[in-house]
């Protein structure tokens, strides 16, 4: 019985770990805001945000677990994601 019980904590350990990371690096973004940084303010939120993609991708997506072909799966997708926001903004930033 306590064998089940065990597996059981295991199960629920990586995920409540990754909600709780997640939830510390929220309440990190949301102080942030409020901290006059000025410029620095943008470049704090968006590298709080990459942690954030990458403790989804690591922990609930369990990449870390994952066959090789999953993970450059993962990585293509993630290199496509960047180069259509970098694409994107050349765009908006280069109209008058």
């Known amino acids: 019985m306590s064998e089940n019980g065990s597996q059981r904590?295991?199960?629920w350990r990586g995920p409540v770990?990754?909600?709780v990371a997640l939830m510390l690096?929220?309440?990190?973004?949301?102080?942030s805001a409020y901290l006059p940084l000025g410029?620095?303010?943008?470049?704090?939120?968006v590298a709080i945000a990459a942690v954030m993609a990458v403790v989804?991708?690591?922990?609930?997506?369990?990449?870390?677990?994952?066959i090789l072909l999953v993970r450059i799966v993962a990585i293509a997708g993630f290199f496509w994601t960047v180069l259509?926001?970098?694409?994107?903004f050349s765009d908006y930033l280069g109209r008058n």
């Open 25 to 31: 690096l929220f309440a990190a973004n949301l102080g």
């Open 56 to 66: 989804l991708a690591v922990f609930l997506m369990d990449l870390r677990n994952s």
């Open 9 to 11: 904590a295991s199960l």
């Open 39 to 45: 410029v620095g303010n943008v470049a704090l939120n």
């Open 84 to 88: 259509m926001f970098t694409l994107t």
């Open 17 to 19: 770990s990754a909600w």
